[in-house]
């Protein structure tokens, strides 16, 4: 078949299309995942409305507040905004031993005030510690009560152990998951939509439940101790301890996503929680009256400032390296057309 300049054209142009926009970067190319992993967090139905891979030397404020209250009665902790720290590109919830406020432990928690929402997707990789009496864990926590929150406990006494809440309160579905968390980081999801509810671990269903709740919430992370599930650090807890997490993704409900079958949800035993009493907390933006409680919002109020949208998941993960891959492959794709030209230049001379 002769070749034409027509022909060459086509195929030069195909080449090029498919290595520009067909590149896939082989495993490790993302800074903190795998190419896979990343593209995993496109979901249809969700838009990614906020993205923090904590790269700075302090708490972004116009999303971030930190929790500032006592916490399970005297054995409790104190939440303390000093315990929240941001270094090495990790957040870093840190429980010490220190007095303050009638209490033998202080500990650090942040809530994103600013993206409170009905239904949404969240997102965090982290590190637990080990040690009993630390109780380190992602919420979703409405404004006022607790009847609505939502849990991801994770403690490493000894045996490292999940608790899944969905719904705290009287009528609340769980699981309880054995597992190894404190020995890297791991990725953690909430999906929230109507008619279902599902949390993951490292991509992996672990909880499934056809209720949803219909009240708006805010994410949460911290570190509790002193209740009736968790207990107090004893002689071989080593502190200071951090809740060490990566990055956080929170997604915007958008679309149709298909609803649970069925709950697959055990019930959580009544006593995991202790009821939660009001307190109140001051703070430089606000002063309100909240429930005092894992998860609970106790710094006072949403910070002021707008909230910042990304629209590209993967383009969140630490200036991860796009567009060299694609600049590379586009060059050889005109290198390579470039010869076939010349080539078919020449046979048709001769």
Avoid at 47 to 73: C, I, K, M, V
Avoid at 153 to 175: I, K, M, Q, V
Avoid at 176 to 195: L, Q, R, V
Wanted: proline share 6%; charged share 15%.
């Amino acid at each position: 078949m002769p070749i034409t300049l027509r022909r060459l054209i086509a195929v030069a142009g195909a080449f090029v299309t498919v290595a520009s926009v067909g590149f896939v970067p082989l495993a490790g190319a993302w800074p903190g995942g795998t190419a896979a992993a990343v593209a995993a967090t496109a979901q249809p139905g969700w838009r990614l409305a906020f993205s923090d891979d904590f790269n700075g030397s302090s708490l972004d404020r116009s999303h971030w507040d930190t929790y500032e209250g006592p916490y399970a009665g005297a054995s409790g902790n104190y939440w303390r905004p000093d315990d929240v720290l941001v270094s090495g590109g990790k957040l870093r919830i840190r429980i010490q031993k220190r007095s303050f406020g009638g209490r033998s432990y202080t500990s650090g928690g942040v809530s994103d005030y600013a993206l409170s929402q009905t239904y949404g997707r969240y997102q965090f990789r982290a590190r637990i510690p080990k040690g009993k009496g630390i109780d380190s864990y992602g919420t979703l926590w409405p404004k006022d009560g607790d009847a609505d929150a939502t849990l991801v406990e994770l403690l490493a006494p000894g045996g490292e152990s999940a608790y899944l809440t969905n719904a705290y309160g009287s009528g609340r579905t769980g699981r309880t998951i054995g597992g190894n968390f404190s020995d890297a980081f791991h990725t953690y999801t909430i999906e929230w939509s109507p008619g279902r509810f599902r949390i993951l671990f490292d991509g992996t269903v672990w909880l499934s439940d056809s209720h949803a709740s219909k009240v708006a919430k805010n994410f949460g992370l911290a570190i509790g101790s002193g209740d009736n599930l968790t207990g107090t650090p004893n002689a071989s807890t080593a502190l200071p301890a951090f809740f060490e997490v990566d990055w956080v993704r929170i997604w915007r409900y958008t679309g149709e996503v298909a609803a649970a079958t069925a709950t697959t949800a055990i019930r959580a035993p009544a006593t995991t929680r202790p009821k939660p009493a009001p307190t109140t907390s001051t703070t430089a933006a606000d002063t309100t009256t909240t429930a005092q409680a894992a998860g609970t919002d106790l710094s006072g109020g949403a910070p002021s400032t707008g909230l910042a949208l990304a629209t590209d998941p993967a383009s969140q993960r630490r200036s991860a390296p796009r567009g060299l891959p694609i600049l590379v492959a586009v060059i050889s794709g005109v290198t390579v057309a470039s010869s076939l030209l010349a080539l078919g230049l020449r046979r048709s001379r001769g």
